[in-house]
């Protein structure tokens, strides 16, 4: 009697030689299919930590943690971002509150950093210009001015910054704590209108509403070790007198900056942006069609303590602008082309009207749109950027 023929096992994907699955994965344009990529089996997952890969690229990520990975992909739920309440200025951390506080965490490491709660935040008075500790004293804040949070940046691991927002005195103040503290945010009783801050090689600067520049000054105390805002002064000088100009024909210009660092240098990254107000309700703006948005950037010029206006960014730059922040990241020419900004259509001025990514050519002015099928409502939670 004859042996039956021995079947032979179907091929399995982990049979695939290393290199055609480090070719296969370099040919995929965004970072969730990498990651995909790598969750087949564990020889995809040696290959993709072998691979030499060009940097992911950014992630637009909307409020419902609903994710988008560019430059273009299928949305996919990130349950790592879910219950966000704002966005930080730096890294991929995230904002989370909760009735005894909020914390930060990275939704890629799930690494998670305390920051005390605004209800224990002293309110800071400096005596003197010399920043001395002696000269300042604490005040409690009243609960019935507590602030929101403008802005927030994980700064060092002994030290995180915030604009605090105070609506009852329209004004913003500095504030920072330890991270992982769990008494007091140290917050300046005195200063400008703040619109934005960063960390940058070791010093904290803070954007004026005039577009000047601030160098801020951190000290520690003595007896606790905790930071507090010892000096504010000037390093350069604003670019104009007002964020808001009115055009006889009911036009409204509006002015939103922000901060980045690219190439190791500060940038002033300007939204200029035309509005036309509705006939009898200034809180209701439309965008006008013909000039939506257009961008000028500068750079500072520490020693001559002005801003420097620069018409490109470079060709393997990109800056990526949410409500929240202004980021500078590299990009390869077969990703996309550079010298262009991303940014969030509606989320500066009208949170009624439907939201969109679009993005803005340094070199034509022109502006397209990566997304065109995506689009979300503003709320009190914004949309931001991912940078895995």
């Given at each position: 009697m004859e042996a039956a023929p021995l079947r032979r096992q179907p091929a399995s994907w982990a049979d695939i030689p290393m290199e055609l699955a480090g070719l296969v994965l370099g040919r995929l344009p965004a970072h969730v299919d990498r990651v995909r990529f790598a969750a087949v089996c564990p020889q995809w997952r040696v290959a993709a930590r072998q691979g030499r890969l060009p940097p992911p690229m950014p992630?637009?990520?909307?409020?419902?943690?609903?994710?988008?990975?560019?430059?273009?992909?299928q949305p996919f739920r990130f349950p790592a971002c879910t219950g966000y309440t704002n966005t930080c200025g730096t890294g991929n951390w995230l904002v989370f509150s909760g009735e005894d506080g909020c914390f930060l965490?990275?939704?890629?490491?799930?690494?998670?950093?305390?920051?005390?709660?605004?209800?224990?935040a002293r309110?800071?008075?400096?005596?003197?210009?010399?920043?001395?500790?002696?000269?300042?004293?604490?005040?409690?804040m009243a609960d019935g001015n507590l602030p929101d949070?403008?802005?927030?940046?994980?700064?060092?691991?002994h030290l995180i910054a915030a604009i605090l927002n105070y609506r009852s005195e329209l004004t913003t103040r500095i504030a920072v704590c330890q991270p992982g503290a769990s008494s007091w945010w140290s917050v300046l009783g005195n200063g400008p209108l703040f619109v934005d801050i960063m960390f940058h090689q070791g010093k904290l600067y803070a954007l004026g509403c005039e577009d000047t520049l601030f160098a801020v000054d951190i000290s520690?105390?003595?007896?606790?070790?905790?930071?507090?805002?010892?000096?504010?002064?000037?390093?350069?000088?604003?670019?104009?007198?007002?964020?808001?100009?009115?055009?006889?024909?009911?036009?409204?210009?509006?002015?939103?900056?922000?901060?980045?660092?690219?190439?190791g240098a500060v940038l002033l990254v300007c939204r200029v942006i035309?509005?036309?107000?509705?006939?009898?309700?200034?809180?209701?703006?439309?965008?006008?069609?013909?000039?939506?948005s257009r961008f000028e950037v500068y750079e500072a010029n520490f020693g001559q303590s002005q801003w420097a206006k620069v018409t490109t960014i470079g060709d393997d730059k990109v800056l990526f602008l949410c409500r929240k922040f202004c980021r500078s990241v590299n990009i390869s020419h077969n990703e996309m082309p550079g010298d262009r900004i991303?940014?969030?259509?509606?989320?500066?001025?009208?949170?009624?009207?439907?939201?969109?990514?679009?993005v803005y050519n340094m070199r034509d002015s022109k502006m397209s749109t990566p997304l065109p099928m995506v689009s979300w409502k503003p709320g009190e939670v914004f949309a931001t950027w991912l940078l895995p």
């Open positions: 992630m637009l990520l909307l409020p419902d943690a609903t994710v988008y990975s560019l430059p273009g992909s965490r990275d939704p890629f490491t799930n690494e998670t950093v305390t920051v005390p709660a605004l209800s224990t309110f800071q008075r400096v005596g003197g210009e010399s920043g001395d500790e002696a000269e300042h004293e604490w005040m409690e949070v403008h802005k927030v940046i994980f700064c060092s691991p520690l105390d003595h007896s606790t070790g905790d930071p507090w805002v010892s000096q504010i002064q000037q390093v350069i000088s604003g670019l104009l007198s007002t964020q808001m100009i009115f055009l006889p024909d009911g036009v409204l210009i509006l002015r939103v900056s922000y901060l980045a660092e690219s190439r035309d509005l036309r107000l509705k006939a009898g309700n200034w809180d209701n703006i439309e965008v006008l069609e013909a000039e939506r991303f940014f969030m259509d509606n989320d500066d001025y009208n949170k009624e009207a439907s939201s969109t990514c679009s």
